[in-house]
């Protein structure tokens, strides 16, 4: 029987969620809803299916990431591979081949997504590794959305692949849709990409071979030596464009489960329960006196935030920064990190 390893992109910075989230720091690395980090909730959850894993990360992060893997007790399953540049997540993919077979089958997927029912989630992606095993094809695991978000991909199901009615053909997937367009497709029955990816080693090498063939040729000598010589020379490119886009060797798995990639801080909103007036605060770690104050986000490293007469807020306060919104500009904290770098105030990231 062929094994199962888990790819687990580790590499993300999670800008949205600054200053909670920074370069130092990333939200992989940061507590979940329940406590954990999201790298610790993610290998407990999916290594119920995969016997091993390796988790692809930056140079600079992999030292965290080994001493949480280490805490943990599982530095014998879980091994750190240390990406020398960001290429985005098909080339990460392929870092996670070295010593896997062609038929080895591989569930590639983010560390830092929020999804509470790991039981409902393990059947779905259960559901993938099975049909990838008896066909050619690379499957994505699809959400059922609960509405019609824009910050999110779509992908709209064709014909049951397999005998299995929940896994589909791909029809064609749709990127992040203004709010009337994503309303038509809920209606279609699209589900959200949820940026997981399902695929025997073979499968996904002859994928590259088709359509990157750069990074195929990469993958044969990287399978071969381990060389990572030539990885930042090679282009920077997703599989959902890269490959899942092009390819009629595509499908998807209907996921039924609740699932959120916690993007931003209205994300965050969504993940914890409000009070009376409808403020949610992100952390346990600091106390809250709100006067006449409704629908705000708040969050603190320590101490004591106050507001008085205000509504539809974001405030945030991490180490020696503020940050301080309208709620709905949520996208835009890009831009604070960009100004910030034009003026050489990186530190601040």
Known sequence: ?????????????????????????????????????????TWKRISKIAGKGV??????????????????????????????????????????????????????????HHI?????????????????????????LGVEPDRPATGYGYIIPGEPLGGRDRVRRIERFVEKPAKEV???????????????????????????EEHLPVW???????????????????????????????SERTGVVRGMFPWDDLGDWEAVRRVRDPDADGNV???????????????LVLDSDEGLVATIGVEDLVIVRREEILLVMKRGEEQRVKEVLEKLRERGEEKWL
């Open 281 to 295: 605060t992100a952390s346990s770690g600091f106390s809250t006196l709100l006067i006449d104050s409704r629908n």
């Open 182 to 208: 994503a309303r038509k497709l809920l209606a279609k029955g699209a589900l959200w990409n949820a940026g997981i990816f399902i695929v025997r080693a073979g499968v996904y090498e002859g994928l590259l």
């Open 1 to 41: 029987m062929s094994e199962i390893v888990a790819v687990i992109l580790a590499g993300g910075r999670g800008e949205r969620l600054w200053p909670w989230s920074r370069r130092r720091r990333p939200k992989q690395f940061l507590s979940a809803p329940d406590g954990k980090t999201f790298l610790e909730e």
């Open 116 to 140: 509470p029912d790991g039981e409902r989630f393990r059947e779905a992606v259960s559901e993938a590794v099975e049909t990838a095993r008896n066909e050619e094809i690379i499957l994505a």
């Open 55 to 112: 988790l692809i990360t930056g140079t600079d992060l992999a030292p965290r990431a080994g001493e949480i893997i280490t805490a943990a007790g599982w530095a014998n399953t879980l091994k750190v591979i240390e990406e020398p540049c960001g290429r985005s997540t098909a080339p990460a993919i392929v870092l996670g081949m070295r010593g896997v077979s062609s038929e080895d089958v591989l569930i590639a997927l983010p560390a830092d």
């Open 216 to 246: 195929a040729e990469f993958c044969r000598r990287y399978r071969t030596t381990g060389s990572l010589d030539g990885f930042s020379e090679c282009p920077s490119i997703s599989v959902d464009r890269g490959i899942m886009e092009k």
